[in-house]
T-cell receptor
Framework: KQEVTQIPAALSVPEGENLVLNCSFT??????LQWFRQDPGKGLTSLLL?????REQTSGRLNASLDKSSGRSTLYIAASQPGDSATYLC??????????????FGKGTHLIIQP | GAVVSQHPSRVICKSGTSVKIECRSL??????MFWYRQFPKQSLMLMAT?????????EQGVEKDKFLINHASLTLSTLTVTSAHPEDSSFYIC??????????????FGNGTRLTVT
């Protein structure tokens, strides 16, 4: 059974710093990996999607990498801003014999950017 | 594009009553929808996979008679929490997969429903 782990569970840094969030998964048989942002009491905002054949994806100040063979992904946030404060979730989409599964999520990293 | 609408966003009900949550794909057809549950400070956990025109597939440990899923059309799936109890209080969120979606495309999420059972 797929398990997704995110480290650290919480992070608080001053504004302007670059930071890295880590995600690991136990089963490398995945279609893709997605990073999401979740604000308190809200739904999910998709940030980046990395296909299993890709190594990284970039969107603005965000860069996500994927090392499928080792079961690891990182989300790099450059020049952090207070508006980046949220919980960041990593999720992988695997497959079973019947086709694509739903996503398996990590518990998230609760990020606070101090003004 | 690819908007998923989920209603209600928040519901409070008394123990023993049933609650229906709707998940609609507004601008695409969704053969498959997924229902997740998130307890405070926990990860989102997949509850079931809803397939249009067929029975839902439930994850281990999820009671199919308690969490009724109906996916009667390509744009609507409903989750009914029957005889709700306080331990069912949680954040429920759906995601939809377009019929033309390849497995490598992103899933689209609703904004979730906060259920509180008193």
């Amino acid at each position: 059974k797929q398990e997704v782990t995110q480290i650290p569970a919480a992070l608080s840094v001053p504004e302007g710093e670059n930071l890295v969030l880590n995600c690991s998964f136990t089963d490398s048989a995945i279609y893709n990996l997605q990073w999401f942002r979740q604000d308190p009491g809200k739904g999910l905002t998709s940030l980046l999607l990395i296909q299993s054949s890709q190594r990284e994806q970039t969107s603005g100040r965000l860069n996500a990498s994927l090392d499928k063979s080792s079961g690891r992904s990182t989300l790099y946030i450059a020049a952090s801003q207070p508006g980046d404060s949220a919980t960041y979730l990593c999720a992988v989409r695997g497959y079973s014999g019947g086709g694509a599964d739903g996503l398996t999520f990590g518990k998230g990293t609760h990020l606070i950017i101090q003004p | 594009g690819a908007v998923v609408s989920q209603h209600p966003s928040r519901v409070i009900c008394k123990s023993g009553t049933s609650v229906k949550i709707e998940c609609r794909s507004l601008d695409f057809q969704a053969t498959t929808m997924f229902w997740y549950r998130q307890f405070p400070k926990q990860s989102l956990m997949l509850m079931a996979t809803s397939n249009e025109g067929s029975k839902a597939t439930y994850e281990q440990g999820v009671e199919k008679d308690k969490f009724l899923i109906n996916h009667a059309s390509l744009t609507l799936s409903t989750l009914t929490v029957t005889s709700a109890h306080p331990e069912d209080s949680s954040f429920y969120i759906c995601s939809a997969s377009p019929s033309t979606n390849s497995y490598n495309s992103p899933l689209h999420f609703g904004n979730g429903t906060r259920l509180t059972v008193t």
